[in-house]
């Protein structure tokens, strides 16, 4: 079959977000833990799908939007497989998941166009690339917990507390799971930026022409850099950090968008 | 089959019943001791809480007779007419003692539906028991089976989860909020019987540091003993409300006792850390503007108490799956009760006979080169027959062996014997 980890992939997160939504509405342990093997299961086969793509269209994954948006899919479900483990808590999983499952939806299943083949870039390029994807999937998981966050502090400000209340995780972890998730991304970026530079360098021989990716990566970092900062300061800390949070994100995204399509030279899809 | 259970519990006899019926430890070894002595039961076990005291045992002979004199024995080991004890008394014998008792610790028979101490309080009985020598193969098979089947409801179930007093249900909610409280410090405004409840439920919850302000200091420092909590002077807010995180209030007052800008004061100072505040008072302890200040959470015993509502309507909702859970064991315990693992016990047999067998000859094979392959082969083929007629006629006869105690003994007894260096399944 051409495409069987294509639907093996979309089988395994469709089952693993049924499992996580059982989990959060039921609290049976046992799907809590289907819901993870699952989710463990589609990581594996959507690594494949995307190897199998690439294959397929002589590229890498980052050559185009669909592409990048799978990688980053990927990217989403491995942060948050960490996180899970980390932190020994599941519930926000079916957000997360239902996230995953619409990035690869809407990458694998719409029309991949014909493409020249890819020149090799190196490694330098190919570590640049996975390492932006991975900082921009990590930012997009701490905005579904900082959403997470303000839904449960409304429930609670407002003792509206029914059933899923007692599932969501505790306000405080909710906090430091985005915390964890924002480090990530952080760490990520910078490294994954540097790595641009060395690569740009390489290829013209001089550190800086203007970009305007440059600069709202550059943003980006700092933004999510003063989020850590007033996560625990007396002014910010509980629901204005999580707003802000979400605010970080929405830069993220018009990172990925308007910068990429229409402002920028070198970055078309990441 | 042979297991008989007697007793009775808070839904057949009133607490003048139960309270002479009650076992404490020394009456609890001396009736096991006097059970097995007067060739009444082989095994005995006695669960004995403030909701029902219960004699679970094994008689020598497999009859389904043995309760009446386990009740003539009960109304003679406490002196209790025996009228008054009939109308009270159940029994149940194999199938039904063993639901019975998966039923008890699973809480599905409490008097709070769900509650946690029960499970506690048979594995402290079990112990106690099998501490005595009074247990055996049969009651430690099954209280083993009752205790997995409590841990079992409680994990997949939400039968005891969520909390079912106003107390309980406070000091989840701040869970909610702060995760486990074992770094956070707790404030208790008031020292009536409502404080010492949720000081209680807050220790249990292992919280880090308790402070207990009273207008008399004389009950702050009664409960502050009673939990090891420091009191604060009545009015010294500030230091107090800087480190607490979670505050309970029930203080009779007619005016509020902490007002909105006493709140404001102490959020700034405590840098917004989140608060959370549970007013039992009535009228209200909590001026209600201070709802709306940053990060501080306010439940006054409305809130709590439609809380409790919900969760009570929400566990018996759970009753099915545990009821299932339970089912399930009572098949489990029946079936093991039939096999007694033999077959696993043939099969070690018989892998221990063949590794005996390879290392018997293998030591010898050097006597053995005349011979062909084939010919080697046919001799453990030979070999392994004899001992396999070896092992089947005695792996029969206690297959045939009807009864439990002694059929466990005898798969013991060949475990050790035969077994001795392996794991016992």
Redesign the interface.
Known sequence: MPHAFLFLTVLAYSLSLASYLRFLY?????AGRLGTALLFLGLVAHYFALWERSRGLHTVPYHDLYGSMSLFGWLLALTYLVLEFYHRQRSVGPFVVAFILAFFLASHLAPAGRMAPTPARGPVFAFHVTLSILAYAAFALSFVLSLIFLL?NRL??H?K???V??R??????LERMSQSSVLIGLISIAIGTVLGFIWVDRLTGQYWYYDPKYVITLLVLLLYAVYLGLAR???W????ASRFCIFNFFVVVLSFTVVNFFLSHSHRYF | MEIVLVGLNHRTAPVEVRERVSFNADQARRAADQLRARGLLEETLVLSTCNRSELYGVPPEASHESAPGLSSFLSEFHSVRPELLSAALYHHYDRAAVRHLFRVSAGLDSLLLGEAEILGQVREAYRFAHELGATGPVLNRLFQGALEVGKRVR??T?LG??PMSVAAAGV??A?????KLAERTALVLGAGAISEQVVSTLRDRSIAHLFVMNRSRESAEALAQQFGATVVEWGQWDAALRKADVIVSSVSSTEPVLLRRVLEAAM?AR????LFLMDLGLPRNIEAAAADL??V?I?NID?LTG?VQ?NRQ?RESEVPRAEAIVEDHVSKFLSWQASVELVGLVEALRSRLREERAAFLSARLSALQHLSIADQERMHALIDELLERLLVEPAERLRGERQLRRKIQNVEALRDLFLPDREKS
């Open positions: 039921t609290g049976r342990e046992l449960e609670l400000r003792r507390v029914g059933d209340v007692w969501l995780p505790p306000l405080e972890l300061s007396a002014a800390r509980g629901p204005r | 994990t997949e939400e989860t969520r989840k909610l869970e909610r909020i702060f995760g700034s840098g917004n850390r989140a940053y990060n959470y439940y809130d809380i919900q929400a």
